[in-house]
Nanobody, 122 residues
């Protein structure tokens, strides 16, 4: 199994910055894609940013130029630097990884963190 521990959420004023971090632990064999999703009240969960094993990144249009996703493979971590935050960025942010474990190296699986609240006040 793979466990994900998120940190870094909180309350910030519009225009401010926050950094979210997610550390993966457990019987990890490989971490493929690592991503951040978010879910606002009454809305569906949506992909914010993803970084793949070859460090290719993708962002949803509304955060391009403001958010940066990066990973440290040696530490099994993925982070999301969020700048110029807007009230519409308010949501619970979830870390997501696709990983294989030492028990089953041929079957990548999805793992989710517990979520961390980000609130941006206007």
């Amino acid at each position: 199994q793979v466990q994900l521990m998120e940190s870094g959420g909180g309350l910030v004023q519009a225009g401010g910055s926050l950094r979210l971090s997610c550390a993966a632990s457990g019987s990890i064999f490989s971490l493929n894609s690592m991503a951040w999703y978010r879910q606002a009240p009454g809305k569906q969960r949506e992909l914010v940013a993803i970084i793949r094993s070859r460090l290719v990144t993708e962002y949803r249009d509304s955060v391009k130029g403001r958010f940066t996703i990066f990973r440290e493979n040696a530490k099994n971590t993925v982070s999301l630097q969020m700048n110029s935050l807007k009230p519409e960025d308010t949501a619970v942010y979830f870390c997501n990884v696709v990983a294989t474990t030492r028990q089953d190296i041929s079957s990548p699986r999805n793992y989710w963190g517990q979520g961390t609240q980000v609130t941006v006040s206007s």
